[in-house]
């Protein structure tokens, strides 16, 4: 592949080309968090869960990737619902979670394999990807104990849709093509996110939130 | 006006970070409303009241010696650095002749089940970062009955938020079966909105059920488990002036330049304060249907000298622009406490006489019935009712209900004789028992007419009284008088 001179000058000094890639990932999907949580008000499980499945999905492939999401929260949800009824400490209710995540996920590529599920080759899913998903069920576990199910459900879908978001930017070869060789856009998206960060107006979410305040107001007019 | 314009009264997340938290509350401010303990020392300083402190458990070295014999039978357990209500607990009794406490929805924790908790308090589950805690027991507030009536088992609460020492907005939030008696919005409880001028309530709303704007329980949660339907518009919240009073001292120590304060009314003690929120949420907005944004810009340059007068900026900037509202949902008018009326000429006979008569009436629940004073009535058509009852000679006072009313009963007849006098009524005045008139009069009150039934009474600083009898399909605002 070609790259261009300050690309290339990068790699000769024995940055790997992955390893470039994977940072730029980093930065593209850090914005798109920025985007989705000022300008549209999507609740995530903060900056760093989403780019973590966005980076895991890339690897698993987004069929896969929401697969295992799902049974990773399916997973978290019940052991929660059975371990709250007896009395114990929230670590180790936590490690029995992840005991039992563990368990869940090895069934689950069994599963997949005796009985194909139309999610063939799983076992080519590397196991990095597998714990980065794995690790949504600790953020959604916290949220869902401390503050309640709503929240964290809806967090949970605000992560797996900026992911998705930024799945699809960072796998599109145009995209990661163009951006390996025009490395001066990563202080562009600094820039983005100065011009995001200093954004006062109200964020989409803000207009179907307050929309009932906007009619009263028309009514009394 | 484009869509566009009309949400610039709004205020979002990202302007009230940036215009109104990050400048006006700095971090040590903020470290005083992110502690309650912390709180509760800034805010003795200025003899404001917060719930009692029973115990303090700052490890669980601590938990191991407490002494449970010596707590009362209803106390709260709260995390000190915990936030949006989550890791309190409030027991409402003890089960007799055992550690265990019962809940508001019933259940019941033993003593292992509370040291749990407080061990997950410790741990710093509740608290903000994750960062270790100490757990808190103290006084579990009784609601004042006024508000107690319309709350299920919890303590309801009034949010105020102040600006540059005004109050902006208020909002009551009222624990519900779904919000398991808690004032949670997020768990389900209702808010309010609250007239700041008069400390009325407006419309009420559940933040997470998408559920209509209504001002009864029954459309809004049909959970409830209340005995009858309660509607909440309309509802005088006891103290008001108190409570803005509080809530700009509270800003005044805290030194939270944008602050959301939260006080519940003990029965005891009256106004309490819970927390102070240095990022209060802006769902208050839509409880009270109006942007905090205007509001807030309105304030921000204006010099405010003392408490006093930010509260009057308050009232005249932000208040009674809820009146019509209040009319419309809860169907009743909006009356001061002292209102000009007409009274409509009785036997109008002579082409010079006036159609009605202007007066000065004083709204008094107090009294069932209406009254009218003597020169009054003479004015309005009643001399010869008046001068007919004082030729009767009746004595002017009783010793006691009884004895009037056998003296009504003696001469119930000549009593009402004369064709105005429809009965007779006892009315107590002072230490006195008195048999007076009892006459129909035609009222226009607030742009209604009326047909209602007056006492003549012997003399009054006010033309009418207005008893509850006719208060019924009214508000009363007490925040206006009548200077005409």
């Given at each position: 592949?070609?790259?261009?001179?300050?690309?290339?000058?990068?790699?000769?000094?024995?940055?790997?080309e992955?390893t470039?890639?994977?940072?730029?990932?980093?930065?593209?999907?850090?914005?798109?968090?920025?985007?989705?949580?000022?300008?549209?008000?999507?609740?995530?499980?903060?900056?760093?869960?989403?780019?973590?499945?966005?980076?895991?999905?890339?690897?698993?492939?987004?069929?896969?990737?929401?697969?295992i999401?799902?049974?990773?929260?399916?997973?978290?949800?019940?052991?929660?619902?059975?371990?709250?009824?007896?009395?114990?400490?929230?670590?180790?209710?936590?490690?029995?979670n992840?005991?039992?995540?563990?368990?869940?996920l090895?069934?689950?590529?069994?599963?997949?394999?005796?009985?194909?599920?139309?999610?063939?080759?799983?076992?080519?899913?590397?196991?990095?990807?597998?714990?980065?998903?794995?690790?949504?069920?600790?953020?959604?576990?916290?949220?869902?104990?401390?503050?309640?199910?709503?929240?964290?459900?809806?967090?949970?879908?605000?992560t797996?849709?900026?992911a998705?978001?930024?799945?699809?930017?960072?796998?599109?070869?145009?995209?990661?093509?163009?951006v390996?060789?025009?490395?001066?856009?990563?202080?562009?998206?600094?820039?983005?996110?100065?011009?995001?960060?200093?954004?006062?107006?109200?964020r989409?979410?803000?207009?179907?939130?307050?929309?009932?305040?906007?009619k009263?107001?028309?009514?009394?007019? | 006006?484009?869509?566009?314009?009309?949400?610039?009264?709004?205020?979002?997340?990202?302007?009230?970070?940036?215009?109104?938290?990050?400048?006006?509350?700095?971090?040590?401010?903020?470290?005083?409303?992110?502690?309650?303990?912390?709180?509760?020392?800034?805010?003795?300083?200025?003899?404001?009241?917060?719930?009692?402190?029973?115990?303090?458990?700052?490890?669980?070295q601590?938990?191991?010696?407490?002494?449970?014999?010596?707590?009362?039978?209803?106390?709260?357990?709260?995390?000190?650095?915990?936030?949006?209500?989550?890791?309190?607990?409030?027991?409402?009794?003890?089960?007799?002749?055992?550690?265990?406490?019962?809940?508001?929805?019933?259940?019941?924790?033993?003593?292992?089940?509370?040291?749990?908790?407080?061990?997950?308090?410790?741990?710093?589950?509740?608290?903000?970062?994750?960062?270790?805690?100490?757990?808190?027991i103290?006084?579990?507030?009784?609601?004042?009955?006024?508000?107690?009536?319309?709350?299920?088992?919890?303590?309801?609460?009034?949010?105020?938020?102040?600006?540059?020492?005004?109050?902006?907005?208020?909002m009551?939030r009222?624990?519900?079966?779904?919000?398991n008696?808690?004032?949670?919005?997020?768990?389900?409880?209702?808010?309010t909105?609250?007239?700041?001028?008069t400390?009325?309530?407006?419309?009420?709303?559940?933040?997470?059920?998408?559920?209509?704007?209504?001002?009864?329980?029954?459309?809004?949660?049909?959970?409830?488990?209340?005995?009858?339907?309660?509607?909440?518009?309309?509802?005088?919240?006891?103290e008001?002036?108190?409570?803005?009073?509080?809530?700009?001292?509270?800003?005044?120590?805290?030194?939270?330049?944008?602050?959301?304060?939260?006080?519940?009314?003990?029965?005891?003690?009256?106004?309490?304060?819970?927390?102070?929120?240095?990022?209060?949420?802006?769902?208050?907005?839509?409880?009270?249907?109006?942007?905090?944004?205007?509001?807030?810009?309105?304030?921000?340059?204006?010099?405010?000298?003392?408490?006093?007068?930010?509260?009057?900026?308050?009232?005249?900037?932000?208040?009674?622009?809820?009146?019509?509202?209040?009319?419309?949902?809860?169907?009743?008018?909006?009356v001061?406490?002292?209102?000009?009326?007409?009274?409509?000429?009785?036997?109008?006979?002579?082409?010079?006489?006036?159609?009605?008569?202007?007066?000065?009436?004083?709204?008094?629940?107090?009294?069932?019935?209406s009254?009218?004073?003597?020169?009054?009535?003479?004015?309005?058509?009643?001399?010869?009712?008046?001068?007919?009852?004082?030729?009767?000679?009746?004595?002017?006072?009783?010793?006691?209900?009884?004895?009037?009313?056998?003296?009504?009963?003696?001469?119930?007849?000549?009593?009402?004789?004369?064709?105005?006098?429809?009965?007779?009524?006892?009315?107590?005045?002072?230490?006195?028992?008195?048999?007076?008139?009892?006459?129909?009069?035609?009222?226009?009150?607030?742009?209604?007419?009326?047909?209602?039934?007056?006492?003549i009474?012997e003399?009054?600083?006010?033309?009418?009284i207005?008893?509850?009898?006719?208060?019924?399909?009214?508000?009363?605002?007490t925040s206006?008088?009548?200077?005409?």
């Amino acid at each position: 592949m070609y790259y261009s001179t300050f690309t290339q000058w990068i790699l000769e000094h024995g940055v790997p080309e992955k390893t470039l890639e994977l940072f730029l990932a980093i930065t593209i999907v850090a914005t798109i968090v920025s985007i989705f949580r000022y300008l549209f008000g999507t609740k995530s499980y903060g900056i760093y869960a989403p780019i973590l499945l966005a980076i895991a999905y890339s690897y698993t492939g987004l069929k896969y990737g929401l697969a295992i999401t799902f049974m990773v929260i399916t997973v978290s949800l019940l052991s929660h619902l059975v371990l709250k009824k007896i009395r114990m400490h929230y670590i180790t209710r936590i490690a029995i979670n992840y005991c039992l995540l563990s368990i869940a996920l090895v069934s689950f590529i069994i599963l997949i394999d005796e009985l194909g599920l139309g999610l063939e080759n799983m076992s080519t899913v590397p196991p990095l990807a597998l714990i980065s998903i794995a690790a949504l069920s600790d953020f959604f576990t916290k949220q869902f104990v401390q503050k309640s199910s709503k929240s964290s459900f809806t967090a949970l879908f605000g992560t797996v849709l900026i992911a998705t978001a930024g799945w699809f930017v960072i796998t599109r070869d145009y995209i990661s093509n163009y951006v390996i060789n025009n490395l001066w856009l990563i202080p562009l998206l600094i820039f983005a996110n100065l011009i995001i960060g200093q954004f006062k107006g109200l964020r989409l979410k803000d207009y179907f939130r307050f929309k009932s305040v906007i009619k009263e107001n028309d009514t009394k007019k | 006006m484009t869509q566009r314009s009309k949400y610039k009264n709004i205020l979002g997340l990202n302007r009230r970070n940036q215009e109104y938290i990050r400048p006006f509350n700095p971090p040590s401010a903020k470290r005083i409303a992110d502690n309650k303990i912390l709180t509760k020392k800034v805010l003795a300083k200025e003899n404001i009241k917060t719930p009692e402190v029973y115990k303090l458990i700052r490890n669980k070295q601590q938990l191991k010696f407490i002494d449970w014999d010596s707590l009362p039978k209803s106390f709260v357990i709260k995390p000190n650095q915990g936030t949006g209500g989550n890791g309190i607990i409030v027991f409402y009794g003890k089960k007799k002749g055992q550690y265990a406490w019962i809940r508001p929805n019933g259940d019941i924790m033993t003593r292992n089940d509370i040291i749990l908790h407080i061990e997950n308090i410790l741990d710093g589950r509740f608290s903000m970062g994750n960062r270790k805690d100490i757990a808190i027991i103290e006084e579990r507030v009784k609601t004042a009955p006024l508000l107690k009536q319309y709350s299920y088992k919890g303590v309801p609460d009034i949010r105020v938020i102040c600006f540059n020492g005004v109050p902006i907005m208020a909002m009551t939030r009222i624990p519900t079966k779904r919000s398991n008696g808690t004032a949670n919005l997020h768990s389900g409880a209702i808010c309010t909105g609250i007239d700041i001028a008069t400390g009325i309530t407006t419309y009420s709303m559940q933040m997470d059920t998408n559920s209509p704007f209504s001002d009864t329980y029954e459309d809004i949660d049909t959970t409830q488990d209340l005995k009858e339907n309660k509607i909440l518009s309309g509802i005088h919240i006891p103290e008001w002036d108190s409570i803005l009073e509080i809530a700009l001292k509270c800003q005044r120590v805290s030194k939270l330049g944008y602050i959301g304060v939260d006080i519940a009314l003990d029965a005891e003690h009256g106004p309490i304060v819970f927390e102070l929120n240095a990022r209060p949420g802006l769902g208050i907005q839509v409880a009270n249907k109006a942007g905090l944004r205007w509001r807030l810009e309105k304030v921000k340059d204006v010099e405010v000298k003392n408490i006093k007068h930010g509260i009057r900026l308050a009232k005249s900037l932000f208040g009674g622009e809820v009146e019509e509202s209040i009319e419309t949902i809860s169907g009743r008018k909006v009356v001061t406490i002292d209102e000009k009326v007409m009274v409509f000429h009785q036997n109008k006979t002579k082409k010079k006489e006036p159609e009605k008569e202007s007066g000065r009436a004083f709204m008094d629940t107090g009294v069932l019935t209406s009254r009218m004073s003597e020169t009054f009535a003479n004015r309005v058509g009643f001399l010869a009712t008046t001068q007919y009852f004082n030729s009767l000679n009746v004595p002017r006072k009783f010793n006691s209900i009884k004895e009037a009313q056998e003296y009504i009963d003696t001469h119930l007849k000549a009593l009402t004789l004369e064709e105005n006098i429809k009965r007779v009524a006892k009315i107590v005045d002072g230490e006195d028992v008195k048999v007076r008139p009892v006459v129909d009069i035609k009222v226009k009150i607030s742009g209604e007419i009326k047909d209602i039934e007056v006492v003549i009474i012997e003399n009054s600083d006010y033309h009418l009284i207005i008893g509850r009898e006719v208060l019924k399909g009214y508000l009363i605002d007490t925040s206006k008088t009548f200077s005409n």
